[in-house]
């Protein structure tokens, strides 16, 4: 259910140090020696396409929170994730819908903390560092959470129509 692009960018952070290096960044110490065995950029770009045809998970809400004040919380991550946690390219920026909320609670303190996004080379991260800085409480990182997990995906004008025409 992720991008192969970010998976990618991903996969090269980890091999590269980027990602896993923080004394308490546990999954991502995991994560780090099992990058590193894939040789070259085509290994790289290969896992992450074969990773993309895997099915897509749903997720299990296992949080509770405040979704309509999760969702005045999200107008800072909307902007780059998308307004229906839908992804964005052009800004680096991961899908957030459909993710696991216990995932998302993770990363979001993760960030927060310092255990991602400080790094010099994590350019995207350390900006995402900085809007966590709006989630000032463990409650408000649940109500985000909440909110993202009411995400629907955007209605598709263009395929509404082909199917119609197909009848």
């Known amino acids: 259910g992720q991008e192969g692009w970010y998976l990618e960018t991903q996969l090269r952070n980890f091999k590269n140090g980027v990602r ?31 990773i993309t045809t895997l099915p897509e998970h749903t997720s299990n809400n296992s949080l509770s929170g405040d979704a309509v004040k999760g969702q005045h919380l999200y107008r800072t991550f909307g902007t780059c994730h998308g307004i229906n ?21 993770r990363e979001l303190r ?33 109500d985000v959470v909440a ?12 395929q509404i129509a082909v199917e119609a025409m197909q009848g």
């Open 20 to 50: 896993g290096a923080h004394d308490d960044d546990e999954f991502g110490r995991q994560m780090a020696p099992m990058a590193a065995l894939l040789a070259d950029e085509a290994a790289i770009r290969n896992m992450a396409a074969y």
């Open 85 to 105: 946690g839908e992804g964005n390219y052009a800004t680096n920026a991961p899908r957030l819908r459909g993710r696991e909320d216990w995932y998302l609670k």
């Open 110 to 142: 993760d960030f927060k903390s310092g255990v991602r996004g400080i790094r010099r080379q994590e350019l995207i991260g350390r900006h995402m560092r900085s809007m966590t800085r709006k989630l000032r409480t463990e409650k408000d990182i649940n």
């Open 147 to 158: 909110y993202i997990n009411t995400l629907e995906p955007a209605v598709n004008q263009d």
